[in-house]
């Protein structure tokens, strides 16, 4: 079993930043395939970004060039740092573990509680 947990949503202005932390613990982090997907108010949940355990990463066209997915095996923790945030950002982030990387949230065995992201225009 693998536990995962969010962290440093909050509420911040179009263009700024903000670092999203997942958190993992129970069994081999460096094993496993990360990724963040966001849920936006009405919306469906999406892919956002992942990262291989051999640290290949992988975006979405929406965010690509402004958010960057990195991992931190020795201390079992993925990030998620945001850049030139605008308010169609504005979402809820998870955070899931699996054995690769997949588009689809439902192949994720291991999925956090999430953490909101706020941006005013």
């Known amino acids: 079993q693998v536990q995962l947990v969010e962290s440093g949503g909050g509420l911040v202005q179009a263009g700024g930043s903000l670092r999203l932390s997942c958190a993992a613990s129970g069994r081999t982090f460096t094993n496993f395939g990360m990724s963040w997907f966001r849920q936006a108010p009405g919306k469906e949940r999406v892919f956002v970004a992942g990262i291989t355990s051999s640290d290949t990463t992988r975006y979405s066209d929406s965010v690509k060039g402004r958010f960057t997915i990195s991992r931190d095996n020795a201390k079992n923790t993925v990030y998620l740092q945001m850049n030139g945030l605008n308010p169609e950002d504005t979402a809820v982030y998870y955070c899931?573990?699996?054995?690769?990387?997949?588009?689809?949230?439902?192949?994720?065995?291991?999925r956090g509680q999430g953490t909101q992201v706020t941006v005013s225009s």
């Open positions: 899931a573990a699996a054995g690769a990387v997949y588009g689809n949230w439902n192949l994720y065995p291991y």
